[in-house]
Each structure stands twice: as C-alpha cells, then as structure tokens.
Antibody, heavy 116, light 113 residues
C-alpha cells in the first residue's frame, strides 16, 4: 500500500544537525513532490519546504533558508530533510508528506528533541 | 505570504448536530488557468499525522465519510460536518497550496458538547 515511513526519534544538542529520512513505497516515487511540515507540541502545522523528487529541485520557507537541506536517493525511494544549527525552538515532530492534489499521504512523524 | 485564518478556534457540538468551520485566506487561492482552488482541509487526532479530508476546496478524499463537506472559493471557505460523531473529535486545519510557503490555518478544535 502507499505509505511514507520515517526514521526514528532523535535527541540532539543545540548547534548540532539532524537528518530525518522518509521512505516511500507503493507508488512511483519520482512522480510526486515531497513536502516537510513540522509541529511543536500543542502547536499548529508549519510548512518547511518542498522537493521535486524527479529533478531534485527544492524550495524552502524563508524562515529555514540556510539551515535546511532537502535531498533524495531515488534508487531507494527515500527523501531526506536535514536541519542544522539546531536550537531548542526546533523541538517538534517533523512530517514528510506527498503532494498530489493536496498533501494526501503523510509519514508517521519523527520527534526531534533539542536539549543540552 | 498568504495568511490563513480559521474561525472559531474551538467549538463544542452535540452528537448528531452540525459543526461548521470557516477559513479565510489573505488572497485568492483560485488559479485561473485551471479554475481550481488550491485549498484543502485536514483532520488531526492526537498522536497522529494530519489526514486529508477535502481537496480543491470541495472534493472529498476517497474513504472520507460523506458527512464531511467543503465549500467556498477564492478567499472564503467552509468545512461542514453535517452530523457530528464521536470519532470526529479532532483538530481541523485548512491549507493553501497555491503559492509557497504553503500555509496552514491555526487549527480549530472540535469537541463534543
């Protein structure tokens, strides 16, 4: 079945980087963009950026420009989101989502905790 | 950036009654090329990722019960739950994917009265 499976929870120190993976299955990976959305505990949804899985082209929210990098490994149908220079405010659940007519398929989420 | 504003922030509705959530975008999300509103509604239950309910403002996603309906165009949109069920308790978000950044509303929490 169509699904996105993300990597497990991470705990990082301030200033470090984290790389979250999102493995797609059940559909043609390079036919749909992958977007990344995060959600701090008890808060709303915040869009971070998108990646065209065919070309590798990306677009990032201005808030994350210079700190976020989205990549993919097409042979293993996996997308990645790397966030650097982590601070406590980056503590959140990070989701990948496939964009079809809207965001029709979401990963289960990856909890990233930034703490000294 | 397009700002999405939902109202109300929360509402409590009796089982079987109607629930209505509104969402207003700061600019039109209707793309004249294809006459589609690049607008969606999502439902999120605790501990789960968001689930797509409605896309193109009024098209129900496969498997979504028909008590959920979406309406509106341009800048004003509505999600209606015609007869609230216990399993509909959740936070509902609107989203525009007309232009980046693809912004979400702040969410509306729906509870049982």
């Amino acid at each position: 079945q169509v699904q996105l499976v993300q990597s497990g929870a991470e705990v990082k120190k301030p200033g470090a980087s984290v790389k979250v993976s999102c493995k797609a299955s059940g559909y043609t990976f390079s036919s749909y963009d992958i977007n990344w959305v995060r959600q701090a505990t008890g808060q709303g949804l915040e869009w971070m950026g998108w990646m065209n899985t065919n070309s590798g082209n990306t677009g990032y929210a201005q808030k994350f420009q210079g700190r976020v990098t989205m990549t993919r490994d097409t042979p293993i149908t996996t997308a990645y989101m790397e966030l650097s220079s982590l601070r406590s405010e980056d503590t959140a659940v990070y989701y990948c989502a496939r964009r079809n007519d809207a965001f029709d398929m979401w990963g289960q989420g990856t909890m990233v905790t930034v703490s000294s | 950036d397009i700002v999405m504003t939902q109202s109300p922030d929360s509402l409590a509705v009796s089982l079987g009654e109607r629930a209505t959530i509104n969402c207003k975008s700061s600019q039109s999300v209707l793309y004249s090329y294809d006459n589609k509103n690049y607008f969606a509604w999502y439902q999120q239950k605790p501990g789960q990722p968001p689930k797509l309910l409605i896309y193109w403002a009024s098209t129900r996603e496969s498997g979504v019960p028909d008590r959920f309906s979406g309406s509106g165009s341009g800048t004003d949109f509505t999600l209606t739950i015609s007869s609230l069920q216990a399993e509909d308790v959740a936070v509902y978000y609107c989203q525009q994917h007309y232009s980046t950044p693809y912004t979400f509303g702040q969410g509306t929490k729906v509870e049982i009265k």
